[in-house]
């Protein structure tokens, strides 16, 4: 079992490493599973729209909700993180080489979204890559204790942790 994880500084970066990285992998003919996530410029609003491709070639999810522009709770859709939550353990099934989750957020911090499938994929032996923000990196460490694996953040990084796994597969 496999597990680790990347946090960044700055907003949008982890989203931006990870998404690049399963491209990368995508390419070279991996199976993977999972979601990645990129946030785009609303017009008029200094709110970003969150969306989430579900992997390999699933849909494209948003995941916010527009709540306007004094809004300043969470913003996440609760039934569209579940429909990506569905989508994902359904591509758990065919066995992928990666599961990706692009946010350790307030939900998997709750016990929900995708941390059961964070713990599924463990057991069944399939190595999981995701990111953890400073908010949630407390729960995150009460979940898995010390069996994570911190990575820096960069695609170097990424790859020869990933390239490690392969071979000891191999």
Same mark, same amino acid.
């Given at each position: 079992m496999a597990l680790a994880f990347v946090r960044t500084v700055e907003r949008g970066l982890t989203d931006q490493l990870l998404w690049q990285f399963a491209d990368r992998l995508q390419v070279r003919g991996l199976n993977l599973a999972g979601v990645v996530q990129t946030n785009s410029v609303r017009p008029v609003s200094h709110h970003c729209n969150m969306d989430v491709r579900v992997l390999p070639g699933g849909p494209m999810i948003r995941i916010n909700q527009v709540l306007g522009e004094d809004s300043r709770g969470c913003r996440l859709n609760p039934a569209a993180l579940e429909e990506a939550v569905s989508l994902v353990e359904a =591509?758990?099934?065919?066995?992928?080489?990666?599961?990706?989750?692009?946010? #350790?957020?307030?939900? /998997?911090? /709750?016990? *929900? =979204?995708? *941390?059961?499938?964070?713990?599924?994929?463990?057991?069944? $032996?399939?190595?999981?890559?995701? =990111?953890?923000?400073?908010?949630?990196? +407390? &729960?995150? $460490?009460?979940?898995?204790? $010390?069996? &994570?694996? +911190?990575?820096?953040? $960069?695609?170097?990084?990424?790859?020869?942790? #990933?390239? *490690?796994? *392969?071979?000891r597969v191999a």
């Open positions: =591509g758990l099934e065919l066995s992928p080489d990666l599961l990706i989750i692009s946010k #350790f957020g307030k939900h /998997e911090a /709750e016990g *929900r =979204g995708f *941390r059961p499938l964070i713990a599924e994929a463990l057991t069944r $032996d399939i190595p999981v890559l995701l =990111g953890v923000n400073a908010l949630n990196q +407390e &729960a995150f $460490d009460e979940f898995v204790g $010390d069996y &994570a694996e +911190e990575l820096a953040a $960069d695609a170097i990084s990424l790859a020869a942790w #990933f390239d *490690r796994l *392969r071979q």
